[in-house]
């Protein structure tokens, strides 16, 4: 049980483009999802907070017109990078909660932008 | 200001060479301690979720136990597939979010 899938699992883009990666709850339905980036050897740095059916909450310094998330339903959110550049190059990991309880993780997705 | 220190960075182990990984916390009220193992190129995977001091959670060679102040993760007799990036996270009784370390790297050589 509490299985998270993201997709797609590694994605390389020309700088400008806009990148779609999908986080699903495969056998849970998850009121809280929450959006990571993390660098090599670094921690797990948290961009965004989101609930179903209300806007995501952004952490100090993540530019929501850039990472734009939707959270639609109890099972999947969406995290877009508009007009990607070289520098939002990262491994990007979400992870589902039940109510207040633990985080379970997907497999994250290495974005790659040229 | 809510904030959580493992230690060490980095630990290299003998395959049976017992140790344990620190996690230090400083949080207004803890809801939960959270500890995952992460391989690298991976998303976390979940190992335990401690919730009061004196508590102790068990899973093969893994051992978590809980202080007022800190948590360990205790690991006996270690073999090579050990060998990840432990996580330590701890959530306040204040919102959802965690707060996590920065990790300890665990080698496990045979």
């Known amino acids: 049980g509490a299985v998270v899938s993201q997709h797609p699992s590694w994605v390389i883009c020309k700088s400008g483009t806009s990148v779609k990666i999908e986080c699903r709850s495969l056998?849970?339905?998850?009121?809280?999802m929450f959006w990571y980036r993390q660098f090599p050897k670094q921690s797990l740095m948290l961009m965004a907070t989101?609930?179903?059916?209300?806007?995501?909450?952004?952490e100090q310094g993540v530019e929501k017109d850039k990472f734009l998330i939707n959270h639609a339903s109890l099972t999947l959110s969406t995290l877009t990078v508009t007009s990607a550049h070289p520098e939002d190059s990262s491994f990007y990991i979400c992870?589902?909660?039940?109510?207040?309880?633990?985080?379970?993780f997907g497999p994250g997705t290495r974005l790659l932008v040229l | 200001e809510d904030q959580v220190t493992q230690s060490p960075e980095a630990l290299r182990l003998q395959e049976g060479e017992s140790s344990s990984l620190n996690c230090s916390y400083t949080v207004s009220g803890l809801r939960g301690l959270f500890w995952y193992r992460q391989d690298p190129g991976k998303g976390p995977e979940f190992l335990f979720t401690l919730y009061s001091a004196g508590e102790e959670k068990e899973k093969e060679r893994l051992k978590a136990t809980l202080t007022k102040k800190e948590s360990f993760l205790h690991i006996t007799a270690p073999k090579p597939e050990d060998s990840a990036t432990y996580l330590c996270a701890v959530q306040a009784n204040t919102g959802n979010q965690f707060y996590f370390g920065t990790g300890t790297s665990l080698t496990v050589i045979p």
């Open positions: 989101s609930n179903e059916g209300s806007k995501a909450t952004y």
């Open positions: 992870s589902a909660a039940l109510a207040l309880e633990t985080q379970y």
């Open positions: 056998d849970f339905q998850a009121t809280t």
